[in-house]
């Protein structure tokens, strides 16, 4: 038990020998940090070299060099975090801040060259994050808290790229930071959203993450209401079963600020027809093609609409012992079949070649079922094509 006690002791003393001071943790990361930085200005030189010779610098030289550049922004920013703590008399006194601020203030636009050459020519997008995540984060280091920034006009390009390589690289918490930076440029503001609202999408964990999704969603939408992408994203939000209600008081709320909106109409149309409500669901539609009489998507829906509501009023007014159904019901039933085949018809001369519905079978139900065989036969025809 003593020699244990005794071994406990010495490796105690040992830690506390060899623990290193704030000043001489500052000091070594600094060495490391110049260390880089040499490479980096010895590389800039030979690549002002060869552009006096008009050569191409070669590949790897470029490499070590912009990976020196950012290891020595790492390097210097870890020299800064004990370069900053107070001395054994409570004073901060930093011995390297001021001349690493200077120095990496002057080379930070090299940062974005690093991540062109990492992206482009090395198909690194992490390297190339790293790089213009350095570049974009730099104005509010610690280590630059004495610096005066003027303007930065390439920011908001580069906090873009920053956020695409994020997003690539499926970093969606950078991909968000940078893409609101960009968005601070009205230049910006449409690509750097898209990756936000994406960034957003495809990192839903919780309920918050959905939550926060679908605000942002909402807000770029009353932003640009015309703007078709984020319409298109809440209908795929609203489309799960479990939304229905909530996707119900949504369209009432588009309709309600909007009622020339013909996707919402359309989209209304759809609810209603899956829940049966035929008449209802026709006369969604029917808003819908008033605003644009070309929607041969929505004309189709009508169409099978009809169809299907003829299909369930006929079980509907049959005989429960015959199954037959009365002159007068009958009558009732081809009606409904007559109307739908009034608009799968029209689509037929809209889209002869089925190239955005398919028409040609719900009107060859259409034509059987009304005992047309000739157009029952010429559909039967085309569907065997």
Known sequence: MKK????????????????QTAAEQAAEWNAKSAA????????????????LKKVDTPADVQESMYTALVEAFKAAYKCNEFDIQPNDKGKVKPKFQKKNSANYKAARNGLINAGLFFYNDKKDQGKALEAWGLYVDSPSAPLFANEKWEEDKSMSEIA??????????????????????AMKDPAKAADAQEILIFSQKDNCKTQADSVAYLNTLKDLHAKDPKNERYFGLLIDYYS?????????????DELAKDPQNKMAWALKGETLMNEEKWDDA???YKKAIEIDPSFVQVIFNIGITLNSKAISLKDQLANKSTGRLSAADNQKVVDVLNE????LEKLKEMDPNQEKTNWAYPLYQIYYALGDEAKANEMQQLLNK
């Open 4 to 19: 244990i006690l005794m071994m406990a002791v010495m490796a105690a003393a040992a830690t506390t020998a060899f623990a």
């Open 36 to 51: 880089q930085y040499k490479i980096y200005m010895d590389g800039q030189q030979t690549v002002v070299e060869n552009q």
């Open 160 to 181: 873009y790229f920053a956020s695409l390589a994020a997003y690539n690289q499926k970093d969606y918490e950078k991909a968000v930071r940078y893409a609101n930076v």
């Open 240 to 252: 799960k079963p479990w939304l229905t209600a909530e996707k119900k008081t949504w369209l009432e």
């Open 282 to 284: 026709v006369a969604a």
């Open 340 to 343: 739908s085949k009034g608009y």
